[in-house]
């Protein structure tokens, strides 16, 4: 380890991607470290990922989940920051030895929406319509409601996706909330999606920070930003995937909700043509996150989740 943490010093170095979304989160979440801290320095460090230099690929031919993590991953093991803040959705289910996921912040809104040149509902877009979006998990779900929608694979930074819009290159684009909520383009939203319609991607809406195993220091600066029935529900969803083994090279949803004081958990997948689709949910008390989080997948797996899966990876 090139460095230990510096906290105790009054200085947090934050490791964060470069693009205009991941600046916006790590900003905002420097604002709250800073007024649970005052005083405290914070310390922005800029990393490049392998997922940024990737502009050509779809993301699940290339290496799905951990593309825009690894190398911030790299700096925070060596030392060469305190703490790293991803989109929670980005990060694996399994972390490397000697990191750790640290409290997880209040979500923001969690559902996928629709963004249309015409102001059309998902439901107005007319038969043939150009649809953009890179995930498989939303082409799957999207093939599954509008199977006459051309799906075009949708590439790039969120003011990009919103250009090729307007310009007209695609009818319509599925996008994260919470993505343009921080951006400040909430607004450009046409419709949000229900979860019958399109599941949300796991730990969609909220924000991943990472920690190193055994620095105190820093875990205890960082504890007053978590919110438990945000970390209670990610949780669900991240056990899912664990158990499904699932990432960008599978079209895998996940969504945990409070209703009625307990936590609702919904999983899905779907075969890439969006075809065959299995379903699976669960109730449990809110401490019981991660064992409802394991039946959901089971029930995928034994429901005919597992050939599914399966016949995607031989692909």
Known sequence: MSGGSRVRDGVLRLGTRGSALALAQSRQMAARIREKNPGLEIEEVIIRTRGDEILDAALHEVGGKGLFVKEIEDQLL???????????????????????????????EPWDVLVSRGGESIRGLPPGSRVGTSSLRRQAQLRRYRSDLEIVDLRGNVDTRLRKVAEGEVAGAILAAAGLNRLGHGGRATESLAPEIMLPAVGQGALGIETREGDAATAELLAPLDHAPTRQAVTAERVVMAVMEGGCQVPLAAFAEFRGGGLRVRGLVASLDGKRLVEAEEEAAPDEAAAAGEKVARRLLESGGEEILREIRDV
Do not use: C, F
Request: aromatic letters at 0%; zero cysteines; glycine letters at 12%.
């Open 78 to 108: 060596n030392g060469d920051i305190d703490v790293a803040v991803h989109s929670l959705k980005d990060l694996p289910g399994d972390l490397p030895d000697g990191l750790r996921l640290g409290p997880v912040p209040e979500r923001e």
